[in-house]
């Protein structure tokens, strides 16, 4: 499919500067300055200069591409980017933070204490608000009861289920659709696994995401079940954590069900070498990086065959007929100290509502987060995969965000993570059971918050 090219007249805006006080208009060939940026993500993915995707041979825009585009609207305002790995990046990001030097945290919304709450901007901001539908929330440090947007995801990158449909068709089982449950996975998932009838190849019913993202598969399904673990208080020492209950329980005997079904390889922790090619042996899949999956299925020659599906929809409370399919995201975040906050807030927005930056997402194999931007899926992907990403986006339980909810907070408590990644492994693998695993985690967080006291 060749990718739609965008052209349209430069108009100059005028920029609403939103900081407290009164409003003033700008030209945006008046702004001037230099924006220094920092961390981890695409911009590292992709270069300067651009690359060529080893799996799909597709070519990915540098990020000079959006930066010519940005200094067609601000001609005056430079945009310096140093683009990090993501090898201890959270570490980096702090210091890189810490040092004052920079204006823009890449991915640094994880830490509020050094980003601004954009609360304000966002509100200020129709064209914003009412297009953005995730935001990377974190704690209030000074109210844990309050949520609040430390930065704008400008990504997104929804958990999809990839379905095999060679292998449904060669059991005789008839292909769901997003109405399905977690009780109806787990039956497809044993009735695919096995001798296929017409192939005579052993088959598996389902992988989970990597064992080493154990994590993912538990936000999942605490969502999809309602499993809301946090009553938080205004003093974090306050918050009371009932990680150690049935429904708990319960999300650890999926992992635990799940995995009878799965290949050996999965259960060992090694990549899944056959995935999204002719020797696919898995009818189910939970996988993130949709969209480079996508480009490996297309390279491969196999978009008749395979399918995304969002995961089920979540089983009641507040966000009950709401997606399951966790969101994650790329995000931008504006360094607290910042003398630049208006310059770096219209950077945030060029990126989250330029056509031309939208369209640059698209080219790097990235799904935009505003929803207006949608549709350049649908022009990208086969209906098979871009609507499922679109139910998704659509669907994605408002104010929800994959590392701060009811649900889960990957921020404030401690070795949640990782007590998490072992704990769902250790079940995975038989060695420990669900009431053992959550009573461990649940252990591991009373010692944390007890020493905040």
Avoid at 257 to 279: Q, V
Avoid at 341 to 362: G, S
Wanted: glycine residues 6%.
């Amino acid at each position: 499919m060749k990718k739609k090219i965008l052209s349209f007249a430069l108009t100059i805006p005028m920029i609403m500067m939103c900081s407290a006080g009164a409003a003033s208009a700008v030209s945006a060939e008046e702004l001037e300055g230099t924006l220094r940026m920092y961390g981890p993500g695409l911009f590292t993915e992709v270069g300067a200069e651009g690359t060529v995707d080893i799996v799909s041979g597709l070519e990915r825009p540098g990020y000079d591409k959006l930066l010519e585009r940005w200094n067609e609207l601000y001609p005056n305002v430079k945009v310096e980017i140093e683009a990090i790995p993501w090898d201890n990046w959270k570490a980096a990001v702090q210091t890189a933070a810490m040092s004052g030097d920079y204006d823009i945290i890449i991915h640094g919304n994880g830490n509020a204490d050094f980003c601004l709450d954009l609360t304000e901007y966002i509100e200020n901001d129709p064209e914003v608000k009412d297009n953005v539908t995730f935001y990377p929330f974190r704690r209030n440090p000074e109210n844990f009861t309050e949520v609040k947007a430390y930065g704008i995801s400008y990504t997104l990158n929804p958990i999809v289920c990839v379905l095999d449909k060679q292998i449904f068709e060669d059991y005789g089982v008839e292909l769901p659709d997003s109405s399905w449950t977690y009780d109806e996975i787990l039956s497809l998932a044993e009735q695919m696994t096995g001798e296929d009838p017409v192939t005579g190849k052993t088959t598996y019913g389902i992988s989970m995401c990597k064992a080493a993202d154990m994590y993912k598969n538990y936000k999942v399904l605490s969502l999809g079940l309602n499993d809301v673990i946090f009553d938080f208080s205004e003093k974090l020492a306050d918050t009371k954590v009932s990680f150690d209950n049935p429904t708990t329980v319960n999300v650890f005997e999926y992992i635990q069900k799940f995995g009878e079904f799965s290949s050996p390889d999965y259960l060992e922790g090694l990549n899944l070498a056959n995935a999204w090619t002719e020797e696919n042996d898995t009818a189910m899949t939970w996988a993130d990086g949709a969209y480079t999956i996508y480009n490996t299925i297309k390279a491969n020659g196999l978009e008749d065959r395979f399918m995304f599906l969002p995961l089920p929809k979540v089983a009641e409370g507040v966000d009950a007929g709401r997606t399951s399919s966790v969101l994650q995201d790329l995000n931008m975040a504006i360094y607290k100290n910042t003398e630049q906050k208006e310059l770096a807030w219209t950077f945030l927005k060029f990126m989250l509502t330029d056509e031309q930056a939208q369209q640059w997402l698209i080219d790097t194999f990235s799904i935009p987060a505003n929803t207006q931007y949608t549709g350049l899926i649908q022009e990208a992907m086969s209906e098979d995969y871009a609507n499922a990403i679109a139910e998704i986006i659509a669907s994605n339980p408002f104010g929800f965000d994959s590392s701060a909810s009811d649900y889960y907070d990957s921020t404030w408590f401690g070795t949640l993570q990782s007590d998490i990644v072992t704990a769902g492994d250790m079940v995975l693998q038989g060695q420990s059971t669900a009431e053992e695993a959550v009573a461990n985690i649940q252990a591991n967080i009373d010692t944390y918050i007890s020493s905040l006291e």
